[in-house]
C-alpha cells in the first residue's frame, strides 16, 4: 500500500467522530461514489414516479378516458422499470467498488500499521484481539456501507421525488410529511443513547472471547497432556456465555427498538390515508381519488423508508463501533519512528552502548541500568545471567525495538537514534530459541523476502546449516509445505531451517536468543556445528542459559538486574571465581 494511501487512510479514521470518519473514508473515492449517487438516481426513479403515475391512472378510469392518455402513462411505466436493470448494475459496480477497495485499504493501514508499532505494543497486545480488529471490525464497516447506503439513498429519492410532486399535485399537504422527519430522529435520539453502551460491551466481550480461544489453541498440548480438557473448555465456556449474555440485550434492546419504530411509522402512515380521504369527502380542498392514492402512497413510502433506516441503526451501531476500535490500532502513539532518517546502506558490525538504559515504566526499576560495552565487528559476544538480568532487552536494544531512556546505541560510530533502523535491519539474522515457521515450502520459508534466489544459494545455506538431509528426507524436497508454524518437522529441523534463513541472507549481525536451548543432544550437536559456520566472521550476539554453549565466545558478559558485573572470556571468569564462576559450577555439578 502507497504511503500516501496509508497516511489517509489514518487521518480519516478518528475514533471520537465514527460518522465524520465514514464521510472522509467514501471521500477518498468521491468520483465513483458521486457517479453511483446519479446511476442510482436514474434506477430509482419508478419508486417515487409509481404513485404518481397510479393516482393518474385511477383519475382516467374514473374520467372514464380516454384511452391515449392511459396508454402514455403505461407506456412511461415501462420505460421507468426497464431502464433499472442497467443502471442498477452500473450502481453496484461503482458503489461496492468503493466500498470493497475501502476494505482493502483498511486492512492494509491496519497491517502497516502494526508493523510500525513497537515490540512494546505487541507485547501487551493479545494477538487474537488483533485479529479481530483486522478481520470481523473492517467485515462490520463494510457490512454498514453495503447495507446502509441503499436504503438511505432510496429514502432520500422518495422524499424529494414525494415533495415535488406533492408539491405540483396537493401543495397544501406538505405540512403532514414534515410530522415523519422529526419522529424518525426522535426515535433515533432514543436509540442512540442506550445502544452505544451495549454495542461496546458486545465488541468487548467478543474481542475477550477471541482471546481465550486463541488462548486455547495455543495451550492445546499442554491441556492434553495433563488432562485439562474440562478446564480449557470451561475457560472458552465462560467467554462463550459472556458474548451470549451482551449479544441477547443488545438483541433485546434492537427488537424493542425495531417494533416501537414500526408501529409509530404505521399508525401514522394510516393517519395520512384517513386525513386524505377525509378531506376530500368533506370537501375542504379540491383533492380527486387519484390525489388520495397519490398522498397515501408517498407517505406510505416515506413511513416505510424511514421504518427500513431506523431498522438499520444496529448496523450503523456496530458498524460505527467497529470503527472506534479500528481507531485503537491506527491511532496508537506508541510507535517506531524511522520516517525520514537516513538509510542504512552499509553495515560493518561495530556495536556500542554508552550509558545505555532502558526503563519499561517510569518508577520501576530499569531492565538495563547504565551498561556500557564496545563490540568490535566480527566478535562473538555471549550474554547470561539469571532470568530478568535484561539479556532479551538488550538484544531487542540493538535491534532497535526499544530505544533507550538514557544514554545511547551506536552502530559503526553513529548514533542508531538518528537512522532508519529497518534499513539496518535488513543486514540482521535473527535465531530465536523456538523457530517461526509460517505455512509454506521450505523453500519458501528459507528465502522470506528476499525475492528471487538463485537454487545453488538456497543449497548452500541449506548444506552449511545441516540442512540438507531434512529436504531430501521429505516427499517433496523443498516444496514441501512444513504444515502452521513447522508443525510438520521436529524442534531440532525447524532450528536448521532457520538457520538456513540466516544464512541465506548472508548477515552482518547475527543475534541467537537461546538458539539450542530446547533440542536434545542430537539435535544441538546439528544446531551447533551449522551455527559454527553462521558465526563465522560475523558480528554475532548470543544469549545463552547453557554455559556449555557459549566457551568459545570471544568475550562473555555476565549482567544482573540490568547491569554488566563481569567481562571476560570463559577460562578468565572461571578463574576469578565470581558471579560466572558460581553459574558454571551450579551447572558442572
Known sequence: MHGQAL????????????????????????????????????????????????????????AGGPLRELALWAGIAIIALLQNYPNHVMYTKLFMGAVRDIGRDLRN???????????????????????????????????????????????????????????????????????????????????????????????????????????????????????????????????????????????????RFASLSWVTLQLLGVGCLVLAAWISIAGWLPITAGQVVLLSSYFALLTSAATG?????????????????????????????????PVVEHVVGGIRLEEAEVRYEFGEPPALDGVDLDIRPGETVAFVGSSGSGKSTLLNLVLGFLRPTRGRVLLDGVDTEGLDLRTFRRFVSVVPQESVLFEGTIRDNIVYGLGEVSDERVLAALRDANALEIVEAQPDGWDTVVGERGARLSG??????????????????????????????????????????????????????????????????????????????????????????????????
Request: no cysteine.
Open 7 to 62: 497516511s489517509q487512510i489514518e487521518h480519516s479514521i478518528d475514533g471520537r467522530r465514527p460518522g465524520r470518519s465514514v464521510m472522509r473514508l467514501l471521500g477518498m473515492h468521491r468520483r465513483r461514489v458521486a457517479a453511483s449517487v446519479f446511476f442510482f438516481a436514474l434506477k430509482d426513479t419508478p419508486l417515487w414516479l409509481m404513485p404518481a403515475v397510479t393516482a393518474e391512472i385511477i383519475d382516467v378510469v374514473v
Open 109 to 255: 493501514a491496519l497491517a502497516a500499521r502494526l508493523q510500525a508499532l513497537s515490540i512494546g505494543f505487541h507485547t501487551r497486545s493479545n494477538s487474537a484481539i488483533v485479529q479481530t480488529k483486522v478481520v470481523r471490525d473492517v467485515e462490520n464497516i463494510e457490512v454498514m456501507l453495503q447495507q446502509t447506503a441503499h436504503p438511505l439513498l432510496s429514502a432520500t429519492m422518495v422524499l424529494l421525488g414525494a415533495i415535488v410532486m406533492t408539491a405540483i399535485n396537493v401543495p397544501q399537504f406538505l405540512p403532514v410529511y414534515a410530522l415523519a422527519i422529526p419522529l424518525a430522529v426522535l426515535l433515533r435520539a432514543i436509540l442512540n443513547r442506550r445502544s452505544r453502551a451495549r454495542n461496546e460491551r458486545f465488541r468487548l466481550e467478543v474481542e475477550q472471547f477471541s482471546a481465550r480461544v486463541g488462548e486455547m489453541a495455543t495451550l492445546l498440548p499442554i491441556t492434553r497432556a495433563h488432562g485439562l480438557e474440562h478446564v480449557a473448555v470451561d475457560r472458552v465456556a465462560i467467554g462463550a456465555e459472556g458474548v451470549r449474555s451482551a449479544g441477547l440485550r443488545l438483541d433485546l434492546l434492537n427488537g
Open 492 to 589: 531440532g529441523q525447524r532450528q536448521r531451517l532457520s538457520i538456513a534463513r540466516a544464512l541465506v541472507r548472508d548477515p552482518r549481525v547475527l543475534l541467537l536468543d537461546e538458539a539450542t536451548s530446547a533440542l536434545d543432544p542430537a539435535s544441538e550437536a546439528k544446531v551447533r556445528d551449522a551455527l559454527g559456520r553462521l558465526m563465522r566472521g560475523r558480528t554475532t550476539l548470543v544469549v545463552a542459559h547453557r554455559l556449555s554453549t557459549i566457551r568459545s565466545a570471544d568475550r562473555i558478559v555476565v549482567l544482573e538486574r540490568g547491569r554488566v558485573v563481569e567481562v571476560g572470556s570463559h577460562d578468565e571468569l572461571v578463574a576469578r571465581g565470581g558471579r560466572y564462576a558460581e553459574l558454571h559450577r551450579v551447572q558442572s555439578a
Open 309 to 341: 433506516l431506523l431498522m438499520l441503526l444496529p448496523i450503523i451501531a456496530r458498524g460505527t463501533e467497529s470503527i472506534r476500535s479500528i481507531a485503537e490500532v491506527l491511532q496508537e502513539p506508541d510507535l517506531e519512528f524511522n520516517e525520514g532518517k
